[in-house]
């Protein structure tokens, strides 16, 4: 085969995970050490900083500082929800691409993100062939979502997952302190599949989890709802409740779009959240309890002081096995999972096309959820379970957390 | 002296914390040690399961549960918000404690909680005195709201500190993710005082903190407010704001009972909180950002998985040194911490009297406040960094904490 000698670039996309750093540390130190990579990238935003002609030149940086990206969260060098325009009415954007890859000659391209950057990653790699200009394309999975196709699971999935536990076993203790009746409403992200929320089912497993989970796989009703609080106040007084950002009824509605008459402006600004507070207020409304709302919100996704060890090993290894794969000549491909064993666990790491997971979704297995409300059955315990264990924190300095200081030099227009 | 025989009883009391049980812990532990108790107790949701006669024996316990208590977030046995009835008006509660604690020999009353606990402590052990029966009564401190008269700080507080300043880097990292204006607004609890909100200067000290920093001890001004977020927004986009849930404005509402008009029966139900979420909305109305609220709620009391090692240990001590105390004929004080140094950080265990903890808070010192929204200066961060080093995770069972499980069998009535 013959070799491509060029520079590598790598662009962070969507929003982030407490690993999304560690693919990032597997594909920085692995280019650094091949003689066809000639500079090595990171992309200031994603795409968006590639449009820009704005990125880091990571042979500047240190490599200690490197390696602590692996314990440090978010997307260190900047993430971005940029969606390319429609080649078909305006192919600027790839053009413009193809221009900014040429100057620097960038041949090795990783994209860490979900599917919208798989999309994206694909689209160019198809503009760069059309026009001739070799560039071997690799994605780098993350989402805490779980949603990839063709993947057994995504970085950042375990450690979410492992933060929704441990934190909901933390507060049903605090939860069921008192001698009074109390209801306990816990918001999880996932904006179409339940895959994190479902997490809240270790806790129950540990005996200290929600007595109610509600999944988006299912529609959502109120009554139904209101009359399941109700059974589990009148049996202990105290109900904990987990449920999905993604909830919505039957006219297809999330919560808080059921519920805008009466909070008008209040969740007017874009994103879900809110809908735990709108329900403990429903809660509140038809049973005599204290009632508590929480919301999960930005901490379940990078809370780095609670991540999984085999999730950021994953994670690292990911970014180093695009670096490999796209020096073997592979382009074109997502990294993905595949499960070999549970017990011990280990996984392969595949090739999946980039066009494959742009289009396609993986789904909570219907037949791993029980009736609406009751949770998740075995299979989907002995599937989340092997994924979150061991701990991996950054390393302390006066109590608290170590994170990489990047210098960030720009390179060179 | 002479040696009291009899059974010793302890209670927990008012809002949990990740170290209440370290507490319990040393409380049990030390008691079982010594012959001159002859039972140990621990009492159903505090005053109240000793009024009802619900109280645990302890003795039955396993050795090794009562060592997990050292990492089991909460009040294992039951918290209570129970006030004593005036006693010029209505003795009845104080003869029932009486005629309990004579029925079981119970000798050593110990009550763990903040000022109105050890105020209870102190009624009961005036009235017991009244009625010439000897207990020694001892409190061991504890709140997040680290508030308490006469010791250096209190059990909780460290713990509650470190989640509030680890947690604020991470969202750091995540809040200044995009490429776009957004502000993110973060509250803490902490009703009168600002010494847990004052935590976020930690993050502030690793150059990973909030922009803001509101304390309850200033009068909260929403004009102020808004230009200081705009002020940062124009510097450089992002603004992170810590507030805590106690601001006032200058007539001294609470800031959901500023909007209340706008919220309706959104925050009928009692506690604080929504305060972040309705400060958020004000700056998106004012500014053309994205805005983000986030309460920590129950998360920053009962997060053990990111508790202090100094408090943990401090936490344990204390309820030892209650026990060892009361059996050299100490009563009526409350155990409570003096720095000796801080390089090394050492403290001694002292004795403050039950009426002085009763009657007396422990302000945050204002000459440790900047001006308003401006953080805390360095006396602050010396005094509040020793107190948050090292971990003390609980052991790990299937990548899940393993918590204490008590056997929680009722003493025969």
Known sequence: MKKLIGAAILGQSGGPTSVINASAAGVFLEALEHEEITHVYGAKHGIKGILEEEFYDIGKEDLKELELLKTTPSSSIGSVRYKLKDITKDDSDYRRLLAVFKKYNIR?????????????????????????????????????????????????????????????????HDARVYDTPMCTIVEIMGRNAGWLTAAAQLAVLKGQGPDLIYLPEHVFDYDEFLDDVGTVLKENGKAIVAISEGL????????????????????????????????????????????????????QRSAQHLVSAVDVNE????????????????????????????????????????????????????????PHGKGLKQPFIDYVLPLIQGDYKAPLEDGLPRFAKLKKVLAKK
Chains 1, 2 share one sequence.
């Open 108 to 172: 090795y391209f990783f994209y860490n993100g979900g599917n919208d950057s798989m999309d994206t990653a694909n689209k160019i790699s198809k503009f760069f062939k059309e026009h001739d200009y070799e560039c071997r394309v690799m994605g780098v999975p993350k989402t805490i979502d779980n949603d990839l196709y063709g993947t057994d699971h995504t970085p950042g999935y375990a450690s979410a997952a492992k933060y929704v536990a441990t934190t909901l076993m933390e507060l049903y």
């Open 248 to 299: 919505k009824d039957k006219d297809g509605k999330y919560i808080p779009e059921h519920f805008s008459d009466l909070s008008t402006d209040s969740f007017g600004h874009a994103q879900l959240g809110g809908a735990a507070t709108i329900l403990a207020n429903e809660v509140a409304k038809k049973y005599d309890v204290k009632v508590r709302g929480i919301e999960f919100s930005l901490l």
């Open 315 to 370: 994670a690292f290894q990911a970014g180093k096995e695009a670096v490999k794969q796209a020096l073997l000549g592979k382009t074109d491909y997502m990294i993905g999972f595949e499960r070999v064993s549970n017990d011990p666990y280990k996984i392969n790491y595949i090739l999946i096309p980039l066009e494959k997971v742009a289009n396609e979704e993986k789904k909570l297995p219907l037949e791993w959820i029980e």
